[in-house]
């Protein structure tokens, strides 16, 4: 019993942060003991749930205390070179001239092979044509890192450029060598093994530069020395080509390539490809004037401005220029032919991600890939997070990965993991400077890479063995990873409707409700997909009528969001799932209200809980009464902060009278929710008295309640004893007192 003499009503079904007293403005409302308003007596009326009575499926779900997340957050090949030169067994050859071979090939330059009868010494070294090197700087967009390149070209005789491939790095090396040494002393070299090249005797020529391309794993800083120490005894210049990782153990000069911005590179392609061109509209000599109006036209496309604010290599931004240039189509059909070529790259790179080499990533590649499509699956969570489900996709029986939970991957390792490509695209953050925690998200502009990483993974691999993973990821034991889950299953939806609702109704019927709040997230993701509509409606409506955990689910999925598109069809579900005792455990129905409320739709849903405050049904009563004692503990918004929310919607009548007053006299009188509905009446009077118009409005809503004898007597033991104590000064307690009088 509480302290004023009247049983106190159940707490079970509460909510979390963000509703109840807790949410009210104004100051906390002070108990009569002294306590606040959260402080509720420890004692139970009878109707509260027996611990130990035995419970059917349609009596309550045992389970841990689940999440309840906000809806508005729930709702994106070469061959190796290598192993075709392990063949060669001709011994040194050096070939000047017409070294072009095969049907049609044309000889443009020189090819030196260095080959041992032993297969040793396997060196190609590719003397670039002046040509070659001024056809590289024709149109070439400066980096940000090209100034360092060129001191550290000039100071030492091997340096390391880092960058991802792609990323315009070649063309760099290139062209920093011919500032150095002049346009016609560039070579590349290419060698099975870099040691290969430390080896070869009389290799290098004096005042030239070279190129050599990532020579991958397995080099040590002994390798790296003997090469530098050649290069300097014949006075030349050695770019080693790398995608970044440690430093081999070896002091050797690096820079870090910072290609340049896509729009600057789309922009300097285009002039060149059209520089002798003339797209009308000139008058007399064409100036280039044409040539300018048509890249202002082109980049003030929305389909292009999102995709050179993401992070398309150099080399893909060539590609898209040179589809532009070969046809320079305008207006509606440069619109078509963007949304055409532009997904066509992003599917390209989201291919490329997802296909690791297995020759560069020996015994790897799967790790590789399963890692990088968690990344596009569970984007915004830790990295270990991410590891660990990748893990679960390579290893789908064990219920947990093996990997400790508390252990971080490293810089390099995680360098490794992504690769170049999926690098650029993603940002690594720290939870804070305290935690070692990072996170991995995808750059805003980069949500389209995300998505076709999931279509590139789904039409390559087995379906079937992605939607178990989805599966056991909806099944995790951590929230975040179950939302991923659900979300990556209602993304699968679009490609296999049955699938995916077979899979939802399993976790549905789980007794965890955790793994049934990634159902109802899974429903969500189907719905914003707008042909899958009818197909979730028909899935609910049969939930709304299955047994306790379905009716749950029902219930949940609503709360996500979806009674915001179908209210009444909510409405009437909802009913279904809180008429059995099973929802007095549980807040999910009442969550679903909520947002039908917060969607505008309040008279509708006030009008459905009247019904069930009328309907005789002890369950649907008590659900009718906790809503309106939740409801009335919200305060409008400013500039209206000192109305009560429904107070403030019956003023501007968007609620019913009637149905506020059958509302509110259920919840007086039920003795569990009565003790906080009385609570809560008084708070309003507080803060009513000395605001005439709210202290009117509230006098006309409790004339309209207090319409029984057993009310009237409640009344005016709460003025008596309770409010009057309380509240001496306030000069709406005698208005309100003559309420409580017997007409």
Avoid at 518 to 536: E, N, S
């Amino acid at each position: 019993m509480s302290e004023d003499g009247y049983p106190v009503e159940d707490e079970e079904w509460a909510f979390g942060a963000g509703t109840g007293p807790e949410a009210s403005t104004g100051s906390p409302w002070p108990s009569e003991g002294g306590a606040s308003v959260d402080q509720v007596p420890e004692s139970e009326v009878d109707d509260a749930p027996d611990p130990t009575a035995t419970r059917t499926d349609d009596g309550a779900l045992d389970e841990e205390e689940d999440e309840a997340p906000d809806p508005r957050i729930v709702i994106s090949g070469i061959e190796d070179l290598f192993g075709r030169l392990g063949a060669v067994r001709t011994g040194n050859v050096r070939v000047r001239g017409a070294n072009a071979t095969g049907h049609g090939s044309v000889a443009i330059n020189t090819l030196t092979v260095r080959a041992g009868a032993d297969g040793s010494e396997r060196v190609w070294c590719e003397e670039l044509t002046t040509t070659q090197v001024r056809e590289m700087g024709d149109g070439y967009t400066p980096a940000a890192s090209d100034e360092l390149l060129d001191q550290a070209v000039k100071r030492d005789p091997l340096v390391r450029l880092v960058g991802a491939d792609g990323t315009g790095r070649y063309t760099t090396a290139c062209l920093a060598l011919a500032r150095r040494y002049g346009p016609d002393r560039v070579a590349v070299l290419t060698a099975a093994d870099l040691a290969d090249l430390a080896g070869v005797d009389g290799l290098f020529t004096s005042g030239v530069g070279y190129v050599v391309p990532d020579p991958g794993s397995g080099v040590d800083g002994l390798v790296l020395d003997g090469l530098a120490t050649r290069a300097a005894n014949r006075r030349c210049t050695v770019v080693l080509l790398t995608a970044g990782g440690a430093g081999y153990g070896s002091p050797v000069s690096t820079v870090v390539h910072g290609p340049p911005a896509p729009v600057e590179v789309f922009a300097a392609q285009l002039r060149r490809h059209l520089r002798d061109d003339c797209l009308g509209g000139c008058r007399g000599q064409c100036q280039g004037d044409c040539v300018q109006s048509y890249l202002d036209e082109c980049v003030a496309q929305p389909a292009l401005k999102a995709y050179l604010a993401g992070t398309p290599r150099p080399w893909e931004v060539v590609q898209v220029v040179a589809a532009i240039a070969e046809r320079t189509p305008s207006g509606s059909e440069l619109a078509w032919a963007l949304d055409q070529l532009l997904p066509q790259q992003v599917l390209r790179r989201a291919r490329e991600i997802l296909t690791p080499s297995a020759d560069t990533h020996p015994d790897r590649a799967d790790h590789l890939r399963a890692f990088r499509l968690s990344c596009a699956v569970l984007a915004g969570l830790t990295v270990t997070e991410i590891h660990d489900s990748a893990c679960r996709l390579l290893r789908p029986y064990l219920d947990e990965p093996a990997t400790n939970a508390s252990t971080e991957l490293r810089g390099p390792d995680l360098d490794a993991l992504l690769g170049g490509v999926l690098a650029q695209a993603v940002v690594i953050e720290r939870d804070d400077v305290a935690s070692s925690r990072r996170r991995l998200r995808f750059r805003p502009a980069e949500e389209e890479l995300r998505r076709n990483l999931l279509d590139v993974a789904w039409s390559e691999w087995a379906p079937e063995r992605l939607l178990r993973w989805f599966g056991a990821l909806a099944r995790s034991a951590d929230p975040a990873v179950r939302q991923a889950g659900a979300a990556a299953i209602g993304w699968a939806a679009g490609r296999d409707i049955g699938a995916a609702l077979a899979l939802v109704d399993d976790l549905a019927r789980a007794p965890r409700a955790g793994v049934r709040q990634a159902a109802g997230i899974a429903l969500v993701a189907m719905a914003m997909q707008r042909p899958l509509r009818y197909r979730v409606r028909t899935q609910l409506s049969r939930w709304a009528n299955g047994r306790a955990y379905q009716r749950d689910t029902v219930a949940r999925a609503y709360a996500l969001g979806l009674a915001r598109l179908w209210p009444d069809v909510a409405l009437a579900q909802l009913r279904l799932a809180a008429q059995f005792r099973s929802q007095r455990w549980h807040n999910s129905v009442g969550r679903a209200l909520v947002d039908i409320h917060e969607s505008g739709q309040s008279a509708l849903m006030l009008h459905e809980l009247a019904q069930w405050a009328t309907s005789g049904e002890p369950a649907l009563c008590l659900h009718a009464a906790r809503m309106l004692r939740l409801l009335a503990e919200r305060w409008s918004p400013a500039p209206n902060g000192h109305w009560p929310e429904l107070l403030h919607l019956l003023r501007t009548n968007a609620v019913s009278l009637a149905d506020l007053a059958v509302l509110w006299r259920t919840a007086l009188s039920l003795p569990a929710t009565a003790y906080r509905s009385w609570r809560v009446v008084g708070y309003w009077i507080n803060q009513a008295d000395g605001r005439p118009e709210v202290a009117e409005a509230c006098l006309e809503l409790l004339r309209a309640i207090i319409v029984t004898p057993q009310l009237r007597r409640r009344l005016r033991h709460q003025v008596r004893h309770v409010w009057r104590p309380i509240m001496p000064r306030n000069r709406l307690l005698s208005a309100v007192a003559q309420l409580a009088v017997e007409d």
